[in-house]
């Protein structure tokens, strides 16, 4: 087991940026497939953005394309969300999850299948 440390969120105004970052302990990162995910009030958990364990293969939620980052440094325990240009409707918890994994180029967009998660972070969008 891993544990999740998220930081980073605040309040922002619409096309601002924030980074995000999450601090694993207990367990080396690079064992691990990474993603974020972020639940607005009343709504489901959704998939924001996953990087399999060297960071090759990424993949993103269509809405945040082009505007958010995800990336990883295992030799910190490192992972990382570059946001951008944000819109209202990206407030919301955000969290950062992993999932344990041989294959070094999977990626994960399906919550069910992480193992762990950290405690979430704030973003708050203003229009």
């Known amino acids: 087991q891993v544990q999740l440390v998220e930081s980073g969120g605040g309040l922002v105004q619409a096309g601002g940026s924030l980074r995000l970052s999450c601090a694993a302990s207990?367990?080396?990162?690079?064992?691990?497939?990474m993603g974020w995910f972020r639940q607005a009030p009343g709504k489901e958990r959704e998939f924001v953005a996953a990087i399999s364990r060297t960071g090759g293969s990424l993949r993103y939620a269509d809405s945040v394309k082009g505007r958010f980052t995800i990336s990883r440094e295992n030799a910190k325990n490192m992972l990382y969300l570059q946001m951008n240009s944000l819109k209202p409707e990206d407030t919301g918890v955000y969290y950062c999850a992993a999932r344990a994994v041989v294959a070094a180029t999977i990626s994960v967009v399906n919550a069910d299948e992480y193992d762990d998660w950290g405690q979430g972070t704030q973003v708050t969008v203003s229009s």
């Open positions: 207990g367990r080396t990162l690079s064992a691990y497939a």
